[in-house]
């Protein structure tokens, strides 16, 4: 089983950057599609970003295309989500997610069931 672990979250200015990380306790990446989502206050939670296994093909919410960048350093096991040009808009709980890539390929949280525990950022104006 996989258990994926957040880290990188916190508090930044309009403008910012941060970049979380995600490593599977226990396990690898491989054979793993790695899912990013967000769920902001008050909202449902949505599909951020993707990036499959073997291809490293990347996919974005519209939301996020061109300020975010995800990727995978399978020499340290980590994915990670860069995030440039930070807005309130993107103040929420950050989740990394995996799905077996055997599975194909999914932005629905309900197809992802691994999950970890959720990484805060909040961008200030």
């Known amino acids: 089983q996989v258990q994926p672990v957040e880290s990188g979250g916190g508090l930044v200015q309009v403008g910012g950057s941060l970049r979380l990380s995600c490593a599977p306790s226990?396990?690898?990446?491989?054979?793993?599609?790695w899912g990013w989502f967000r769920q902001a206050p008050w909202k449902v939670r949505e599909f951020v970003a993707l990036?499959?296994?073997?291809?490293?093909?990347?996919y974005y919410s519209d939301s996020v295309k061109g300020r975010f960048t995800v990727s995978r350093d399978d020499a340290k096991n980590t994915v990670y989500l860069q995030m440039n040009n930070l807005n309130p808009d993107d103040t929420a709980i950050y989740y990394c997610?995996?799905?077996?890539?055997?599975?194909?390929?999914?932005?629905?949280?309900?197809?992802?069931?691994?999950w970890g525990q959720g990484a805060q950022v909040t961008v200030s104006s």
């Open positions: 997610a995996a799905r077996e890539a055997r599975h194909g390929l999914s932005f629905k949280e309900d197809d992802y069931p691994y």
């Open positions: 226990g396990r690898t990446l491989r054979s793993h599609n």
């Open positions: 990036i499959t296994w073997r291809t490293d093909n990347t």
